[in-house]
């Protein structure tokens, strides 16, 4: 029984051995063909890009921008950030040219613009002082901008030095360190001839479109509180979006010189029991009849 069990095993064995060198062969066969295929796709590869011919090098954008100056707004309470004032990352070069729309234009990401208080003007000197130590508690050395304006003025534009992204780096570093949060900034001000404090403001580079998306939200926003009297509204000029509590209601959009739309959210209108056709009625009046930013 030993011997039959043995001569079992045997058998066995060299079966299965046939079988495992039959498979093994098969694989390299296999594995053979792939490598085969694999080569001749890369030639086949290699003779495409040969005959392809090298691509271009693309052409520099062309460069400049506006550097046209105008009244700077104050920041909207509630955090109004660089990125969104600028209406892009700071760190992206100004592109403008001769086709671009003045209305459209890229705001410049490397300029800021100081107002002072009810047109008050200053010397540029005590500006400059001013502006020194801000810049300083920012840890922006005074090295890294220059002051534009004239000896006395009511307005000045700060132009930060080095390359685009550089200078824009800069510039949002100073502006946000005025911000304090919750809606506080720091206390901007400067002395006039007679020792007497002058509050001014700074705010980024803006384009004409949206100058006038702030202005037309600031109006929806006073027709909101007429519809709904007992509803505290939160405008956020950078967006042009009228908040109530902590959803939208409404934004608007600006389409072109001299149009714009309202955008709803639905579900919040209905539950402050806001009629839309009313609202849009007068802020279309307010937009053809022509006031103020419309």
Request: some cysteine; glycine content about 8%; aromatic content about 8%.
């Amino acid at each position: 029984m030993a011997k039959k069990n043995q001569d079992f095993e045997n058998e066995i064995k060299q079966v299965v051995g046939m079988h495992v060198k039959a498979e093994v062969e098969r694989l390299e066969k296999k594995v053979d063909s792939g490598f085969a295929e694999i080569k001749d796709a890369i030639e086949g590869l290699k003779k495409t890009m040969v005959s392809q011919p090298a691509p271009s090098a693309p052409a520099p954008a062309p460069s400049g921008g506006s550097s046209e100056v105008h009244p700077g707004l104050r920041p909207t309470p509630g955090g109004l950030s660089f990125a969104e004032a600028v209406g892009a990352p700071g760190q992206q070069p100004v592109v403008n040219d001769v086709t671009t729309p003045s209305f459209f234009r890229r705001p410049n990401p490397t300029k800021l613009f100081c107002n002072l208080h009810d047109r008050a003007k200053v010397s540029k000197n005590k500006f400059v002082a001013a502006i020194s130590v801000l810049a300083l508690e920012a840890n922006v050395d005074d090295s890294h901008f220059s002051v534009v304006g004239d000896a006395l003025d009511n307005r000045f534009e700060l132009q930060f030095c080095g390359d685009g992204r550089v200078a824009s780096l800069r510039a949002m570093q100073f502006y946000e360190s005025l911000q304090l949060g919750r809606g506080q900034w720091k206390k901007q001000v400067v002395e006039n001839d007679q020792g007497i404090e002058i509050k001014f403001y700074v705010a980024p580079d803006k384009n004409p479109c949206q100058m006038r998306r702030e202005i037309l939200s600031k109006h929806v926003k006073n027709i909101l509180l007429s519809n709904a009297v007992d509803k505290k509204f939160f405008l956020k000029k950078a967006t042009g979006s009228i908040y109530e509590g902590k959803r939208v209601v409404c934004s608007v959009i600006v389409t072109g010189p001299e149009t714009a739309r309202l955008d709803w959210c639905h579900p919040k209108r209905i539950e402050l029991c806001i009629e839309q056709a009313p609202v849009e009625q007068e802020f279309s009046n307010y937009v053809v009849s022509g006031g103020p930013g419309s």
